[in-house]
């Protein structure tokens, strides 16, 4: 396994359209984990492919009980709607509010190509619509309502503990 560099906002990466996996071998599982120790590294709860410069359709979502690999992930159910702060990995110190669904459901394919689904809500449903975004080259800049100013943040760390990125 090795650490991959995040690409940070400005790398016209983040802003293309991600091709499906059609191949399951060593390379893809090479790749899954390099981004999974990445993201472990970078202290995130989730991450894209294009965010290490790879623009296949592959993200990792960690929310503290290990990692998930969800290979062409797709959204097939979403249900309410939340606001929520988030920040990115490759967007460095920046938050923002933006509304999500309260919950989500999704199937994916395994490292090994098998079809499965997951469903769940707030933090997970961010997370997961977040992390699909940005297989569409969306930020979620792209959808803020409004950017925290970092005072506000300061407040809010201290209330809640500190967040994680995406």
């Known amino acids: 396994m090795a650490l991959r560099q995040i690409v940070k906002e400005g790398d016209s ?30 202290k995130g709860v989730g991450l894209a492919a294009p965010q290490v410069g ?22 097939i159910e979403r249900r309410g709607e939340r606001e929520c702060m988030e920040g990115c990995l490759s967007i460095p110190g920046q938050w923002g509010i933006l509304k999500r669904p309260e ?15 997951i469903e769940g809500e707030e933090l997970f449903a961010s997370c997961a619509c977040h992390e699909t975004d940005h297989l569409d080259g969306t930020l979620y800049i792209d959808k803020v309502i409004r950017m925290v100013d970092p005072s506000e943040l300061e407040e809010q760390e201290e209330e809640n503990g500190d967040e994680q990125e995406a």
Not at 14 to 36: A, G, I, S
Not at 54 to 75: A, K, S, T, W
Not at 103 to 117: A, N, P, T
Request: aromatic fraction near 8%.
């Open 103 to 117: 919950y989500v459901k999704m199937r994916y394919r395994d490292r090994y190509g098998d079809l499965y689904e």
């Open 13 to 42: 990466v983040l802003r293309k359209k991600c091709r499906p996996v059609t191949e399951y071998n060593q390379k893809l599982w090479t790749l899954l984990d390099d981004m999974k120790e990445t993201l472990a590294d970078a």
């Open 54 to 75: 790879i623009l296949r359709r592959i993200i990792i979502i960690d929310m503290g009980d290990g990692p998930i690999e969800m290979i062409n992930p797709e959204i």
